[in-house]
């Protein structure tokens, strides 16, 4: 059932690239195993996914160790600064650091152990209050500003757009990320990259591929609705 879903996921990925004229091999898509059993991932695994999302580090780091260790994982939830350290040398990703006193924390520990650690910029681009993210017109001095840190490496933005019933909602604002990233890219900022943008979810992956996203993150699409009752 989990490989169906995948497979009809990876579907409309593919029809989304066509409409835009897109090669379908440029979108990444992760799966969003949050409060899911590490039997249901292994089912992914085997159905082909090697990318998956977690938003909590406690979750992550106990899953971590029970699968395949050629998964890619993502830390794409709100992330405290005193739990870097947990999860610093275990993420492929870190999608969503919005300020620079996270952005310092993350630089600090990847000094320490010598590594890279490789970020997203979240940015509020809908302008939500309930939503985490750098507003709009502060992500350039923030991409600025953590381009000046070692060890911390910025490589695209990440949005969480608003929960709407029809995608066509959210393609304005998936639009106005691309455009934030290609403004951004066009500074030539040292050191860091605009390659990646990490947007679209159950709901509005589609219309998110077809304004550029490269990173879709799909949780019920692929594993059924979440309880968070138990
Ligand atoms: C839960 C979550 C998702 C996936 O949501 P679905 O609607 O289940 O696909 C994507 N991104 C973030 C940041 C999330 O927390």
Redesign the pocket.
């Known amino acids: 059932m989990i490989s169906d879903n995948i497979r009809k996921v990876k579907e409309k990925i593919a029809q989304s690239c066509e409409r835009a004229g897109r090669a379908d091999n440029e979108v990444t898509l992760i799966a969003?195993s949050?409060t899911k059993p590490v039997a249901l991932l292994k089912q992914a695994y085997d159905a082909g996914i090697r990318d998956f999302?977690e938003?909590k580090v406690q979750e992550l780091v106990d899953k971590l160790p029970q699968l395949p260790d050629d998964i890619r994982w993502h830390m794409?939830?709100h992330l405290q600064r005193n739990k870097v350290k947990y999860i610093i040398d275990k993420v492929w990703l870190i999608h969503s650091v919005d300020s620079l006193r996270l952005a310092q924390e993350i630089s600090r520990e990847a000094v320490k152990r010598q590594i890279t650690a490789n970020i997203l910029v979240e940015v509020n681009i809908a302008e939500e209050g309930s939503k985490f993210g750098a507003a709009a017109q502060e992500a350039e001095e923030l991409v600025e500003a953590i381009s000046r840190l070692p060890g911390i490496c910025v490589k695209g933005l990440m949005t969480?757009a608003p929960y709407v019933e029809d995608a066509e909602q959210n393609r304005g604002f998936f639009r106005n990320l691309k455009q934030l990233s290609v403004d951004i890219a066009e500074k030539n900022i040292d050191n860091i990259s605009m390659n990646i943008l990490s947007m679209g979810?159950?709901?509005d992956y589609g219309v998110a591929v077809e304004e550029g996203a490269t990173y879709v993150?799909?949780?019920?699409?692929i594993f059924g609705e979440?309880d968070y009752s138990v």
Do not use: A, E, F, L
């Open positions: 969003v949050k999302g938003n794409i939830g969480v979810m159950t709901g993150r799909v949780g019920t699409g979440r």
